[in-house]
Structure formats: C-alpha cells, structure tokens
C-alpha cells in the first residue's frame, strides 16, 4: 500500500481511514494484502481522511467520503466507484478485478 501523496490517480484505489478508527485499524491489514495481490497494476492509496478531507471534498464532492473506513475505485472514466461488501480479501480482489477492467490481464489475482 502506498502512502497517498494528493493526486488522485485514475485506476486506483483510496482507502480512506483516520489513525483513531478502530474499523480502519481492522481492515489494514487486508488492504495491504489486497496492494500485494494487485502487484502494482492496481495502486492501492493509504489516504489520512483527516489530513486530506478537503482535498477530498473538493475533488470528489458527494463521493468523498462520510464515513470511515472508506474505499474508492477511481476509473479511467473519473467515476467513483465506492466498496461495500464485507471487507475481506477475496471481496476486495474481486471488486478491484471488476473496476479495473484494462489492467485486468496484468492481474494474476484476476486470473486466478
């Protein structure tokens, strides 16, 4: 998982959390291990909801995030496509495969 940085990267995906959410704190864990299974075809950001609110706001308007933890899908057509099922590893593989349908050859976690 890669430290976000403020650019929002079309074909990614935002975890959007805060260090105070014991959700968030639970899912890290599978967040990381969804950015291995990715293996950079899918970027996976670690965004500080906190830190990053307004950016958020401004970039995604009702998209941003209301609540945490949050995860986001950017597509290449700069819709937000938002996670919400179960927060497990294999939920989240298969909803970066769905999104990220031009990259979805680069994925071996897609092809599995």
Do not use: H
């Amino acid at each position: 998982m890669e430290a976000f940085q403020g650019y929002l990267e079309s074909g990614s995906i935002l975890y959007v959390n805060v260090p105070w959410c014991g959700y968030c704190k639970r899912a890290r864990p599978v967040l990381q291990q969804l950015a291995g299974q990715m293996g950079g075809a899918v970027p996976v950001y670690d965004v500080d909801g906190d830190e990053w609110k307004v950016l958020l706001q401004k970039n995604l308007g009702g998209n941003a995030p209301k609540s945490y933890p949050t995860i986001l899908f950017l597509t290449k057509d700069g819709s937000v496509v938002e996670f919400e099922e179960e927060r497990t590893l294999r939920n989240l593989v298969a909803f970066a495969c769905l999104n990220a349908s031009e990259a979805r050859g680069e994925i071996g976690a897609c092809n599995a």
